[in-house]
């Protein structure tokens, strides 16, 4: 039996989730996908399959393409965002806590919450 794609899905494992996502060339530098923040006990990392994401890690501003995979380990500040005004994506993996920090963000209810939702969640939103 063929297991699904992950297209817009989760593989949802006890350590990580890995996930495929995409921007069609809405976001950019001023309105990125995920604005500066930092999570404190948790890495993230990403995977473009197509397209261009730019990344600010720590001090370092970063154009990732198709084949590039970025890792940010814990404690370090970053953003995201398609770097071109192209369809981009991407695979993400996360811990479950980040992937319950974005669910959280999209809720109804996060309206006026986000500093909040992120303290909630072990990570910090800046600026």
Do not use: K
């Amino acid at each position: 039996m063929e297991p699904p794609p992950l297209d817009g899905s989760r593989l949802v494992c006890e350590d990580f989730v890995l996930a495929e996502w995409q921007d069609n060339g809405e976001s950019s530098e001023e309105r990125p996908i995920a604005p500066l923040h930092v999570h404190h006990e948790d890495d993230e990392a990403w995977y473009v399959l197509e397209g261009l994401l730019g990344f600010v890690r720590g001090g370092e501003q970063i154009e990732a393409s198709a084949g590039t995979a970025i890792a940010v380990p814990r404690g370090t500040p970053h953003a995201y965002w398609n770097a071109h005004p192209e369809p981009t994506r991407y695979l993400i993996v996360m811990t479950p806590r980040i992937a319950a920090l974005v669910d959280a963000l999209h809720e109804p209810s996060a309206a006026g919450r986000a500093h909040e939702i992120f303290r909630e969640h072990a990570s910090e939103l800046l600026g």
